[in-house]
């Protein structure tokens, strides 16, 4: 049967089929690691605007340095459980690692009288230590990470109350040098400009090479525009993020440290052997592994990475609060990290994220907070609305990701 032939109720069909749809057009220009992060900054854009319009003390300065030098203990931990969601496992004892990590710190500067080098040194150490036994105990014994973790964070919890001891609250001093980082350190106008010309240096000088590549290889390339476009975007952010921050006390040294952990991060999963392997693995183990790919050890480095970076997490949080206490990594941390990194695009199923999930995660969940504490609402109804927000950016991601599939 020809199409000149079949029923008028086929022909329509066929049409219907073969007409073309400029929405996935214009998101195959995307890549799929990028493709969760499109809802995501939409809605940190329009959180920002509705918080601001009802309460304009949302968008000052003042707020803003508060907003990103409170994002940075969770962002840290967020970022970790992305690299284990993009192998398909997850971590449920983050938050206790991180209580934990505070704790150690706690008692071995305060109590013992240790340097904090060597206190920070040592709760970096129990990360790796956590995260290798979770990673020995899922790939050689195939127990489900899930439940793992879940009892890691029992038993975790448990430790970080005895090495807390009666007291269960340390208070760090102020003039503690990590006190002084998390709270009092920021960047001088000089080297916040001066970072900024680095970065677009250095992005600018990445993008040339990459197209040069490609120019040679005969591979697709993007044109001359879009990457002026691409650098001039960027440029642009950056300086309105200094010029205004600036105006308050300026970019927080904790902040640099977030944005650098995240850039390595990225870099490692675009760029190296091992973010292919995270990637496959996550995408099809069964497949990866008949492929060659040591499917073992990188899922033992995606959880070693994953509670070092709670760990550290949980540093930054003593330093915040200059205390460790009980309540340091609690439910609620390792709760508004894993939201933070499925929020910011991350799949929960592997194979797909990106480093930057966590960071724009992060700062949508803590924007939630600032703005509804700024608004007098309770600790519910932020619960109900990052809830809320968290099914959006779920549900905007798979109609995308959806339509994206359509041919």
Known sequence: MT???????????????????????????????????????GALVLLWGVFGLIEPAFLSAENLVNLTLQSVPTGVIAL????????????????????????????????????????????????????LGYGLLATRLGLPSFVLTLAGLLVLAGVQLRVLGPQGSINLPFESSLVRFAQESFLSPLAAWGLVAAAVTVVTVVQLVERARRVRAGLPRISMGRLVLRVAALTTLLCAVVAYLGTERGVGYPVVLL???????DVLLRRTRWGRAVRAVGGDPRAALLAGVAVRRTTISCFVACSTLAAL???????????????????????????????????????????????????????????????????????????????????????????????
């Open 259 to 265: 944005v650098a952990l995240v850039v390595v991060v």
């Open 80 to 131: 970790g459980v992305v690299l284990v969601l993009l192998v398909g496992q997850i971590d449920l004892s983050v938050g206790s690692v991180s209580g934990l990590a505070a704790a150690v710190v706690g008692v071995t500067t305060v109590l013992a009288d240790w340097p904090i080098v060597l206190g920070i040194l040592l709760a970096l150490t129990v990360g790796v230590v956590v995260g």
């Open 313 to 407: 997490g949980g540093v930054l949080a003593a330093g915040r609060l200059a205390a460790a206490n009980q309540g340091t990594g609690g439910t609620e941390t390792f709760l508004t990290a894993i939201a933070a990194a499925v929020i910011g695009g991350t799949s929960l199923f592997g194979g797909r994220g990106s480093a930057w999930s966590a960071l724009v995660g992060v700062l949508v969940i803590t924007s939630i907070s600032s703005g509804l504490t700024l608004l007098n609402l309770d600790t519910a109804t932020r619960y109900v609305v990052t809830g809320l927000v968290l099914l959006l950016a779920l549900t905007a991601d798979t109609l995308i990701r959806g339509r994206r599939r359509v041919p």
């Open 3 to 41: 199409p000149a032939t079949a029923p008028p109720s086929q022909r329509a069909l066929v049409a219907v089929l073969a007409r073309e749809d400029p929405w996935p057009r214009l998101l195959r220009h995307i890549p799929d690691r990028e493709l969760g992060l499109v809802p995501v900054i």
